[in-house]
């Protein structure tokens, strides 16, 4: 009888004890859910609040690539190009300035949105526009920097054709290739590089540039 109770009692304790360790399972999965949980919503609300940030530093980009075109590479004269070789550098050194603070916004949240699927379809949504946004404007940036040196190309080598004793402009350096983030090997942004100048050139200054 004795024995019989003193296994009923370990039967018990043997069932306590699975019953803590199931206990304790069901913790750990729930603590763990939980925990992935939060922090996949904070991931997706990192990548909501850069892209609000990202959308502003592009539209910023683009608004100092519109005064480029306007002032820049519209009915661009030698004459012109060497006159205001310095202000039209600040305003490509502005140009670069604003591309490194959407780099910046980029390498943030990239972690958070290349082969990332988030449950949540606007935060999809919104690393999909990062993504195809920041390849867009880097190689953007690219075309328009090569565009204004194939026009100091041009520039210099009319100096030369023409004996001119005028000091050669110097290129803007590129230190950056063109994106393909995604390697379909289309690259958003990226321009054919035909940039030149005014056949009216000459009619303007003569044979040589002015000394």
């Not at 290349?114 to 949540?120: G, T």
Request: proline letters at 1%; aromatic letters at 10%.
């Amino acid at each position: 009888m004795e024995d019989k109770h003193h296994s009923k009692k370990i039967g018990i304790m043997i069932f306590i004890g699975f019953l803590l360790i199931v206990i304790g399972i069901v913790s750990y999965v729930v603590i763990n859910y939980n925990d992935d949980q939060a922090e996949v919503r904070k991931r997706m609300e990192v990548v909501r609040d850069s892209y609000e940030t990202f959308k502003t530093d592009v539209e910023s980009f683009n608004s100092i690539r519109d005064n480029i075109y306007d002032n820049v590479m519209k009915d661009m004269y030698y004459q012109t190009l060497k006159d205001n070789d310095t202000s039209f550098k600040e305003l490509y050194k502005s140009y670069k300035e604003s591309l490194e603070k959407i780099d910046k916004d980029y390498d943030g949240v990239k972690d958070k949105c290349i082969n990332v699927l988030h449950p949540e379809a606007d935060a999809n949504n919104k690393c999909e526009a990062i993504i195809s946004s920041y390849e867009e404007v880097v190689n953007t940036y690219i075309s328009d920097v090569k565009s204004y040196n194939s026009l100091i190309t041009s520039y210099n080598k009319w100096l030369n054709d023409t004996n001119s004793s005028d000091v050669k402009l110097e290129e803007i350096k590129l230190d950056r290739d063109y994106l393909d983030i995604n390697g379909d090997r289309e690259y958003n942004g990226k321009k054919d590089i035909e940039q030149e100048i005014s056949d009216e050139e000459e009619k303007i200054l003569g044979v040589v540039p002015d000394e």
